[in-house]
């Protein structure tokens, strides 16, 4: 039998699982990120308020870095932020740094954006047998052991 595009065995190829898992994994994303649209903030800003409210507070550039965008991009990011009560700018020791830290409003409406990714995920989850359950178990766990090799 001639392999094709449509053959439903399980590839062994690592380039073409590679290929296959970030796929899966940018579709699965974006699908529990459309619930993201009920808190009112934009993808960007709910990205740059998560690293802030899951990583610790940061200044400007270690943000920027974070979320891989240039400075510039950064403080227009942080200003509309700002102006919504989500994160707040603290002075440092050094008078010409700042450090960038979520509101107490920033970190609830991150937290409630999860809350509503994680519901919709437990939803189809429910909806499984019990043998495809464990399989999204082991899945989860295969995961998080292919994130530590990164």
């Known amino acids: 039998?001639?392999?094709?595009?449509?053959?439903?065995?399980?590839?062994h190829d690592p380039i073409q699982i590679a290929d296959?898992?970030?796929?899966?994994?940018?579709?699965?994303?974006?699908?529990v990120r459309a619930r993201d649209s009920i808190s009112g903030v934009g993808p960007a800003q709910l990205s740059a308020l998560s690293v802030l409210v899951f990583g610790g507070p940061r200044s400007l550039g270690e943000l920027a870095e974070a979320e891989q965008v240039r400075p510039p991009t950064m403080s227009r990011i942080v200003t509309s932020l700002v102006r919504s009560g989500l994160v707040c700018r603290k002075p440092t020791d050094d008078k010409r740094r700042i450090r960038l830290e979520p509101t107490a409003k920033g970190t609830r409406i991150l937290q409630?954006?999860?809350?509503r990714r994680v519901e919709l995920l437990a939803q189809v989850l429910q909806s499984l047998d019990p043998q495809e359950l464990?399989?999204?178990a082991q899945l989860v766990e295969f995961l998080?052991?292919?994130v530590r090799k990164l």
């Open 134 to 136: 464990q399989q999204a």
């Open 144 to 146: 998080q052991t292919l």
């Open 20 to 31: 296959q898992l970030h796929s899966a994994a940018i579709h699965l994303l974006r699908r």
């Open 112 to 115: 409630e954006g999860r809350q």
């Open 1 to 11: 039998m001639t392999e094709s595009k449509h053959n439903l065995s399980p590839p």
